[in-house]
């Protein structure tokens, strides 16, 4: 304590500045984004980008330094799902450093301000397109583009390994895994990963200290079994459809009686028809229909509505079981499918053979601006004669759910000490909070704070949540999606950063 009490205001600012030299000359510069087509102010922390190469796949990343304490402040790695679309999703529409404001005129070049709930704010926040073939990320070897979501977690982790190497100076930083929707898979295999290498002693340590995962996909039996009492929580269906579904099909759909099969499939239909036309992502906002919406490219317009699609539609049979319905997921295509352990179909594949779109939203501001060479070429992404074109979400790739329920994986990373924070916008129809509530409670965790809502910066009731033994938080974010920050910027930054800092939230 003497000798700490030698160190004089000048020299605690010295050491500060030194810090933050090192962050600045430590960092590769030939990753250093200068400047960004749309933008014409300065950054606010400097910015960095480019490709980590992990077994002939090349792994593209952005990376934002905190606009506030980077020396200290956590790094969070940021997953989109899918699987199979872009993190540059959240880069643009959620908590990036910008928001992207339309051009005055149809395809006018995007124009970027300075978003002021950016996560930028208080975490230094790296944006990765993964697996190879997603975003810019791409391999010269089209077998590398099969994968699955073991391999995704191994290749994720190596690339962690090397980027730390990078970038020695944030090694120490508390390491945060977060993401949504397909990532409620990859946030927790990856975590386990990094977990299981620190335990083996590999080099470098990662300082990994917990995650977040929001309105994640989990488990199949809680996932496929959410969306009939969240629509009648929600007044979507009317007291004798929930009755009905609910006495001819049980309360689990993965386990229908084989003689209440057919009837099942009949009531289930009353059902789908009531849900028609909404925005699954989120059932307060309109219902987008983009122009060209009846063609087959790559977007996230839609043409006809957010009907979950029928056995007839998917080729099958009326008689097929209920039983065998697994819930599709990610940013894209949500709905019920015939969809089995092992490969999982993209949202492109099934729209080319359904001739269908993905519902209800737009992604053309970030296909537009993403896919300007001046772009790529200022954030160090490769060309699209080398990459592809940018797509939100691709069709590129084979991915198999390969890791089964992700309910042992989030066991074994609370039961190491490792914090959760389980998030879900309270009006997503894609994966509902009825599930993701109902799975953080079968844990069995003791509850250390009982179920009462939170308040965002401006004093306002933002949601919901339950605290659980081992560092296990549920919470709801109230008129929220299925990309939380996109919808409730404020409340996003707010838990986020309450999380992160270890205040009460």
């Known amino acids: 304590m003497a000798a700490m009490a030698k160190f004089s205001v000048l020299s605690l600012c010295c050491m500060l500045f030194v810090s933050l030299v090192v962050i600045i000359e430590a960092a590769p510069q030939n990753s250093l984004v200068t400047h960004l087509p749309g933008f014409n102010a300065n950054f606010p922390s400097k910015h960095y980008s480019g490709y980590i190469s992990i077994d002939g796949k090349n792994l593209f990343y952005y990376f934002v330094v905190s606009e506030r304490n980077p020396a200290s402040d956590p790094v969070v790695l940021w997953l989109n799902g899918g699987p199979g679309c872009s993190s540059f999703d959240g880069f643009v529409y959620e908590h990036g450093p910008f928001n992207f404001a339309e051009g005055k005129s149809k395809g006018a070049f995007p124009v970027l301000h300075l978003n002021p709930y950016s996560w930028s704010k208080v975490s230094n926040i790296i944006y990765l397109d993964s697996p190879a073939g997603v975003g810019f990320s791409y391999s010269q070897n089209q077998t590398k583009y099969i994968t699955g979501d073991i391999q995704t977690a191994l290749d994720t982790h190596a690339f962690l390994l090397q980027w730390f190497q990078q970038f020695p100076e944030f090694q120490p930083n508390p390491l945060y895994i977060s993401g949504e929707s397909y990532a409620g898979v990859y946030v927790p295999t990856l975590a386990s990963q990094i977990a299981k290498g620190i335990n083996k002693g590999t080099k470098p340590t990662l300082n990994l200290k917990g995650?977040?995962?929001?309105?994640?996909?989990?488990?199949?039996?809680?996932?496929?079994?959410?969306?009939?009492?969240?629509a009648h929580g929600m007044a979507l269906i009317s007291?004798?459809?929930?009755?009905?579904?609910?006495?001819?099909?049980?309360?689990?759909?993965?386990?229908?009686?084989?003689?209440?099969?057919?009837?099942?499939?009949?009531?289930?239909?009353r059902?789908?028809?009531?849900?028609?036309?909404?925005?699954?992502?989120?059932?307060?906002?309109?219902?987008?229909?983009?122009?060209?919406?009846?063609?087959n490219k790559n977007s996230k317009e839609n043409k006809t509505s957010s009907l979950p699609l029928s056995f007839q539609q998917l080729g099958k049979t009326t008689e097929k079981p209920l039983g065998v319905r697994k819930r599709m997921f990610g940013r894209a295509w949500p709905f019920l499918a015939n969809v089995e352990d092992g490969i999982v179909p993209s949202w492109p594949q099934l729209a080319k053979t359904l001739n269908s779109r993905v519902p209800c939203v737009n992604d053309e501001v970030a296909t537009l601006w993403l896919n300007t060479a001046e772009v790529r070429e200022a954030i160090h992404a490769k060309p699209e004669s080398v990459a592809g074109s940018w797509e939100l979400c691709t069709d590129r790739i084979t991915y198999s759910r390969d890791a089964g329920s992700m309910i042992p994986y989030h066991q074994n990373l609370t039961t190491q000490g490792y914090r959760a924070l389980i998030f879900s916008g309270d009006h997503d129809m894609c994966v509902p909070y009825t599930g993701s509530e109902a799975w953080t409670a079968s844990l069995g965790y003791k509850i250390v704070d009982e179920w009462r809502p939170w308040l965002s910066s401006d004093d306002q009731i933002a949601g919901y949540l339950q605290g659980y033994a081992k560092n296990l938080t549920f919470l709801t974010v109230k008129g929220a999606g299925h990309t939380v920050p996109e919808y409730k910027p404020r409340e996003a930054l707010d838990f986020f950063q309450r999380f992160l800092d270890g205040k009460r939230i």
Not at 211 to 230: H, I, K, M, Q
Not at 273 to 287: K, S
């Open 211 to 230: 995650y977040l995962v929001g309105n994640g996909v989990t488990d199949y039996r809680f996932d496929s079994n959410a969306l009939v009492p969240f």
């Open 239 to 269: 007291d004798k459809i929930f009755q009905e579904v609910v006495a001819t099909c049980g309360t689990d759909l993965l386990n229908v009686p084989p003689s209440n099969r057919s009837l099942c499939n009949e009531k289930f239909q």
């Open 271 to 295: 059902l789908e028809r009531a849900l028609d036309g909404l925005n699954r992502y989120d059932i307060l906002e309109p219902c987008y229909h983009g122009p060209g919406a009846d063609n």
